[in-house]
């Protein structure tokens, strides 16, 4: 029995729609290896000279990041909690981080008084990126939020990264999963040693120290992306992370950024300030930038002195 015409030719421009979009794909596909294959090639080689800053990022023609502050976030295992939040910019061949402590006062618009690290938990990674941006007086453009299960699996499929531990540091929370027991000294930390590095802040120090120890892990992690062997293998290195890297960046926007990162100097400093209690709970009274005379955030500033001191 043969089909309604009008049945044959209802799917047969659905078939050619399909066919249409497999022949752009593979275009596509195309076009970037052709784009990608020069510069790998030169960068496998080892060329030199005065095109090898090009060279080495291969990326460099999608990041369109160039000059704009880009939220970094990492959460913990669960997802909930943030415990690093900082602000990076690529600039003039500079790679600059802020780094902002979990326990800095904020007061919110909408929400009142906090520490800056329940935003992400009470509003969502947009709540976190404007009052950020608010803070720190400039449009924070972009955001990538990093679980710390990515940073385990990243480096392992590194080898893992060489930092000096400046001290003994053991921690056990069986409600986190969470055991830390490193020796000082210099070693290669990955998986669960990387991530307990990262995340220990249980001495004199508290935030602070963690913060310094994160410039550790940021300036080794820099020394092993400059590498050419590691520039290559970043698209697997992202691929590794899957899903617990989320971004409102294009995929190759954030190659660019991170080979980017690689291949710039660093300069990485915390906003600096001082505790204080309120209402039995511990802040850190962070130096933001001047807030503009008049402005909510002065005012605000104002009264919080009237208690600290």
């Known amino acids: 029995m043969k089909r309604p015409a009008s049945t044959k030719a209802g799917r047969t421009p659905r078939r050619r729609g399909r066919a249409r979009k497999v022949v752009v794909a593979m275009a596509v596909g195309l076009s970037a290896g052709l784009v990608l294959a020069v510069p790998l090639f030169d960068l496998i080689g080892g060329s ?150 990262l995340r220990f802040r249980h001495d004199e120090l508290g935030d602070i120290g963690r913060l310094e120890r994160q410039q550790l892990a940021w300036q080794a992690l820099f020394r092993k992306l400059t590498r050419p062997e590691h520039l290559v293998r970043l698209p697997a290195l992202l691929s590794a992370a899957g899903k617990d890297i989320k971004t409102d960046l294009g995929p190759m926007e954030l190659g660019g950024l991170i080979t980017a990162m690689g291949t710039t100097e660093l300069d990485t400093k915390r906003l600096g300030g001082r505790p204080f209690m309120r209402n039995g709970i511990s802040y850190w009274d962070a130096d933001w930038p001047q807030a503009p005379a008049g402005s909510s955030d002065a005012a605000a500033a104002d009264d919080r002195y009237r208690f600290l001191y």
């Open 48 to 197: 030199s000279g005065a095109n090898n800053n090009a060279v080495t990022n291969p990326f460099a023609a999608w990041t369109g990041i160039g000059d704009q502050d880009i939220l970094l976030v990492g959460t913990d295992v669960g997802g909930g909690n943030t415990d690093v939040i900082a602000s990076v910019r690529v600039d003039g061949g500079v790679t600059r981080i802020t780094q902002v402590p979990r326990d800095s006062y904020i007061e919110a618009e909408g929400y009142g008084p906090n520490k800056i690290n329940a935003l992400y938990a009470i509003g969502g990674i947009d709540l976190l990126k404007r009052e950020l941006a608010r803070k720190l007086g400039r449009p924070i453009t972009h955001h990538v939020l990093v679980n710390l299960g990515a940073v385990r699996r990243m480096a392992d499929a590194l080898g893992g990264i060489e930092v000096n531990v400046p001290k003994r540091l053991y921690y056990t929370d069986r409600s986190q999963g969470l055991y830390i027991d490193l020796q000082p000294g210099v070693q290669t930390l990955k998986g669960r040693e990387l991530e307990g590095f």
